[in-house]
């Protein structure tokens, strides 16, 4: 600004006529040499974030209650758990699997497995049916004859079909079952019912020994049934009834064999929680 100029001009910020780019305050008279000072940048706050749902709590650790020694401690009991517990039992804050969940994955494995061994099996049955067409026409034949069917002798070829088709049973029984027991703690059964198996000492995965000292109780009924008929159930039977006899683990015969536990699946986190979860 201009001396005559001077004094029409109200004191303020301007640029400097000697510097454009710089801003400096005009009092009226004369430039000051101050500039103005760099506003701060604003403080933004951060919205807090919601925690991650952790679904229900796990129940605490158990308390003995009750007299020692009145109710006897389960041989399969471990030993750093007090006995009796006063509620219901979740080891490592699972809830244990109930007998009737545990019995109707037992069930949905048995029908993908009866169709998986059908169709693995498919072309022995066609070549027993061969065999055994003939033996059943020369056993109706000799009963017309009043004659005793029972003497007709069974075709050899017959008798090793019936244990081949046994045996890819027992296979396909193993290769569905122990593999993925031993990597996830489930098989296709326990999936869709939402439960699964973890050994006694903590949550993870069983080895391939464990997972087939867990299945072979009822593997190896089965393998007899080629001998012992109707009576190799008997073994499968008795691990039911241990599921519902055991009334505060839950354990079937080959449970205690592998050291495992069955227990439910955690909580899906419900859909609102999704949704506060979400950025």
Partial sequence: MTAQSSGSVPPGWYPDPA??????????????VETPAEPEPPVVVA????????????????????????????????????????????????????????????????????????????WFVVLWWREALPWFNTMTAEAEAGRSPWEVEQPDRMVWLLYAMLLVTTLAWFAYEV?????????????????????????????????????????????????????????PVLDVIFIATDRYLHQALHDRSAQTYVVNDPPRVPDSKKEELQP
């Avoid at 471990?78 to 969940?101: E, I, K, Q, Y």
């Avoid at 080629?226 to 009576?231: A, D, K, M, T, Y």
Wanted: aromatic letters at 10%.
């Fill in 179 to 235: 593999p993925s027991t031993a990597n996830t703690g489930r098989t296709l059964g326990k999936r869709i019912m939402r439960i699964q198996v973890i050994p006694i000492e903590g949550e993870g995965q069983l080895t391939m020994g464990r997972a087939f000292r867990r299945w072979n109780p009822m593997g190896t009924s089965f393998l007899l049934f080629s001998c012992c008929g109707p009576f190799a159930f008997v073994i």
């Fill in 47 to 122: 919205p807090p974030v919601p925690a991650a749902y952790q679904g229900p709590q796990a129940q605490a650790p158990y308390s003995h209650i009750g007299p020692p020694g009145s109710v006897k401690r389960p041989v399969n009991w471990p030993a750093d758990w007090p006995f009796p517990p006063p509620g219901r039992v979740t080891p490592f804050g699972r809830s244990l699997a109930t007998p009737g969940r545990r019995i109707a994955a037992r069930l949905l494995d048995v029908a993908i497995l009866t169709v998986i061994t059908v169709a693995l099996n498919a």
């Fill in 19 to 32: 510097e454009p780019s710089v801003t400096r305050y005009w009092d009226g008279e004369g430039w000051r």
